[in-house]
C-alpha cells in the first residue's frame, strides 16, 4: 500500500464540495423570484455581495456548471467514501497507486492518467 495523506486531500475534497453546494444553491435561488431582494432593497453591502456572486456564476455558466456541478458533487461524495473505507487514491481499472500530482489536480479522480486517457 503507498500512503498517500488522505487528510489532506480530504479537505481539498471538502473546500470543493462547500464552493459546489454553494454554487447550486446560487443556481436555485435566481431560478426563483427574488422577493427577499427587493425587501432589503438599499443595503449596499448586501447588492454588492450579490454583484461578486453573479460574476461567479456567469463565469461558471460559460462551463455549464449547473450539470456539472451536480456530477462532481457526486463525484466528490463517492471519493470522500473511498477515503473512509480505504480505497481512495487507487485505480479503479488496474488498481495501481493514481498519484498524488494528480489528486492533487482532480481529487476526486478514481482512474489514473493512463487509464483515464484510454477511456478517451
Ligand atoms: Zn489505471
Not at 432593497?41 to 460559460?62: C, I, K, Q
Not at 473512509?84 to 488498481?95: K, N, T
Request: proline share 2%; glycine share 10%.
Amino acid at each position: 500500500m503507498t500512503s498517500i495523506e488522505t487528510g489532506e486531500f480530504k479537505k481539498l475534497l471538502e473546500a470543493e464540495r462547500a464552493r459546489l453546494h454553494d454554487a447550486v444553491d446560487f443556481l436555485a435561488k435566481e431560478n426563483a423570484v427574488s422577493v427577499e431582494d427587493e425587501e432589503l432593497g438599499g443595503r449596499g453591502v448586501d447588492s454588492h455581495m450579490a454583484d461578486m456572486a453573479t460574476a461567479t456564476y456567469d463565469r461558471e455558466l460559460d462551463e455549464g456548471l449547473e450539470e456539472g456541478a451536480q456530477t462532481t458533487l457526486d463525484e466528490i461524495e463517492a471519493a470522500l467514501g473511498r477515503i473512509e473505507d480505504g480505497s481512495y487514491g487507487v485505480c479503479e481499472v488496474c488498481g495501481k497507486p493514481i498519484g498524488a500530482e494528480r489528486l492533487s489536480a482532480i481529487p476526486w479522480a478514481r482512474l489514473c492518467i493512463d487509464d483515464q486517457r484510454r477511456l478517451r
